[in-house]
């Protein structure tokens, strides 16, 4: 069988490590990607078009704009199969039965009874996020965008741990983008020590990135501090900087630890932490990580979401 998987991220190694063998995947296909992904080549979606093909998986998020692109080099949508598709409008997967040879019954089932993504618009007629581009994560970009419009007044610099291709920092840098914003991230994945025991998908997948992929994909590239490395090696020199809105989504308990033991006591009153993954059932770490925490210095005043994979908002 001809089977091909769009994407070389998280979602498809999430794919690889839950539901489908890396070898029966006749190539990775992704726009930017070169070379060899999870021992298997990675092509471009040029190279698709007239090509023997059983089934397309669809691994990434930008489902529509993917769906557009398939359409335009004649991919048959039966052979599609998107995984994301719970967080598409319309319903798009046409042939389950297809998708449950490769993949197993139970996995399609999930796949065909996971909830359908709810949009409501934000109330502040200060709308930037919109359209499909929102579709991403919408609960958590949308609930990103109002907490913005809560930090006038509220001084400090902008910050992510854990940037991996810039998908949420380019948010940051576009809704406040009058602040510097300090990315933290080793661009070429976890440190291996603390990863073991984590899927070859999930490691493999996080190494796939890049600062000039990042800084490219920044409305303002220009307020970006690029503090490549280990992280928390990489915040030495920054002990008196204050922050206003900081994303921690480091994955694993020691690194998201060590985020909220620096981030925590230099945010400004009035300021948020989003912590990505708390809720997250196969990243049980970020939860500990703020369970040992509090156990240290009490309570924290946060509001879980119910994003794709569990947010938690910090209030300080
Ligand atoms: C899930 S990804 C981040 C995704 C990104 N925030 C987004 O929304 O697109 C996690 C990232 O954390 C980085 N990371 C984890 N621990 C780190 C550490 N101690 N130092 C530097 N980077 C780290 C990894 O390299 C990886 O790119």
Redesign the pocket.
């Given at each position: 069988m001809e089977i091909y998987v769009y994407g070389t991220g998280?979602g498809a190694g999430e794919l690889i490590d839950t539901a489908l063998d890396a070898r029966r995947v006749t190539a990775f296909v992704d726009p930017a990607a070169k070379g060899s992904f999870l021992g298997r080549p990675v092509i471009a979606p040029q190279e698709l078009a007239g090509r023997p093909l059983d089934l397309l998986i669809v691994a990434g998020r930008q489902a529509e704009a993917i769906a557009r692109e398939l359409a335009e080099l004649g991919i048959d949508e039966n052979r599609v199969l998107y995984l994301k598709n719970h967080l598409i409008p319309a319903e798009r997967n046409r042939n389950y039965a297809l998708a449950e040879r490769v993949l197993g019954k139970a996995y399609v089932e999930r796949l065909r009874n996971s909830e359908r993504m709810i949009r409501a618009p934000l109330w502040t007629q200060q709308e930037r996020i919109a359209g499909p581009e929102a579709d991403n994560d919408y609960v958590r970009l949308k609930t990103l965008e109002a907490l913005c419009l809560r930090l006038d007044g509220v001084p400090g610099a902008v910050a992510?741990?854990?940037?991996?291709?810039?998908?949420?920092?380019r948010w940051l840098n576009l809704l406040l983008p009058e602040r510097t914003l300090l990315l933290?991230?080793?661009?070429?994945?976890?440190?291996p020590t603390?990863a073991q025991g984590q899927g070859d998908g999930f490691v493999e997948a996080?190494r796939n990135?890049s600062v000039e992929r990042v800084l490219a994909a920044l409305p303002h590239p220009e307020k970006a501090a690029v503090r490549q490395?280990?992280?928390p090696q990489?915040a030495q020199g920054l002990e008196n900087e204050r922050f206003a809105l900081v994303?921690l989504?480091?994955?694993?308990e020691e690194?998201t630890y060590?985020g909220l033991c620096f981030f925590l006591p230099r945010m400004s009153e009035g300021g948020y932490l989003l912590l990505?993954d708390y809720n997250h059932p196969r990243l049980p770490g970020v939860r500990r990580a703020v369970e040992r925490w509090e156990a240290e210095h009490g309570r924290l005043a946060a509001v879980p979401l119910c994003d794709v994979n569990g947010t938690l908002v910090i209030s300080v």
């Open positions: 998280c992510e741990l854990g940037v991996y291709r810039g998908g949420f920092s933290f991230d080793t661009f070429e994945g976890f440190d603390e996080h990135s490395g280990l992280f990489t994303s989504d480091a994955d694993l690194s060590a990505h």
